[in-house]
């Protein structure tokens, strides 16, 4: 019986060490200052990429970048930790990244996704591919610039939560390990709403598909006869067009078009273009 006990005791010490040293790893990790190479300067845009005869294979995914906030391995990096941080919620719950998650492309694979307070939301989140050459946000294409859609699901009622978007700064600055990040992205540890977002844009426009088999067009057999489906057999490709088969480019991004309801509910809720009429979703209050 006392082998057994004194067994017992060797592994439940083993399990709160473990424990011990998880959380420790945890605490480290937000305290550190992340060095982070996140840019490639060298790559080509793919050819998949190529909208309009203006763009050569010379251009590349920097040129589609905004003049004011151009891409730096600091600022990308700063911007990868907001993006993961979850005090950039009103109670500290939920982060960007808990919405957009790398194995689902930067989605969360749920027809709706959950907000910091436990409340659905009445879209889902959209991936996250490529968005340098993307030229309007949303589901609806509601928001044409980067640095102003970065901060929407912040202050939204149901996402994050902090709708007094003034008070983010603040909140960020009083966290000890990001002053040392901005002074890396921006020269000085001033903390601004500006510079939140202008980070956050920067380690999104970062994040793009490069040398990949589409980027190549390279297929296997049963690819390239599901391509051919897709493109001229169903039509899905009337639709889902462009750089990222979403008809968002930066050159069309104009157009209503791109957002439509195609008649699939037996009562429309979702038109695709503006935002969703609440009141025919039982139990959604706010618009993502």
């Given amino acids: ?77 700063l911007g990868r930790v907001l993006f ?6 009103l109670n500290n719950k939920v982060s960007c990244g808990s919405c957009h998650i790398q194995k689902f492309a930067f989605s969360d694979g749920l027809a709706t996704s959950t907000g910091f307070d436990g409340e659905k939301t009445t879209r889902n989140s959209p991936a996250i591919i490529n968005v340098v050459a993307q030229g309007s946000f949303f589901w609806d294409g509601r928001s044409k610039k980067l640095e102003d859609m970065v901060l929407m699901p912040v202050r939204n009622h149901v996402e994050m939560g902090i709708d007094k978007i003034d008070n983010l700064a603040k909140k960020i600055s009083d966290i000890s390990y990001y002053p040392a990040l901005f002074e890396k992205a921006f020269g000085t540890k001033e903390v601004t709403k500006d510079r939140i977002s202008k980070a956050l844009s920067q380690f999104l426009r970062s994040m793009v598909t490069h040398n990949t088999n589409f980027d190549n067009h390279i297929y296997t057999a049963s690819e390239n006869s599901g391509r051919s489906i897709f493109y001229w057999g169903a039509g899905c490709g009337d639709c889902h067009n462009g750089e990222n088969l979403n008809s968002k480019g930066p050159f069309n991004f104009s157009s209503d078009l791109n957002f439509a309801n195609i008649g699939l509910d037996e009562i429309t809720v979702d038109k695709g273009l503006g935002e969703i009429d609440a009141k025919k979703k039982v139990g959604l209050k706010y618009h993502p």
């Fill in 1 to 77: 019986m006392k082998k057994i006990n004194l067994l017992f005791l060797i592994v439940l010490s083993s399990v709160l060490i473990f424990q011990s040293c998880k959380k420790e790893l945890k605490s480290d990790y937000n305290e550190a200052t992340p060095n982070l190479e996140l840019i490639n300067n060298d790559f080509s845009i793919p050819s998949n990429l190529v909208m309009s005869s203006e763009i050569t294979s010379t251009y590349d995914y920097r040129s589609l970048e905004p003049n004011d906030n151009k891409i730096t391995n600091e600022g990308a990096a």
């Fill in 84 to 89: 993961y941080d979850k005090k950039m919620s």
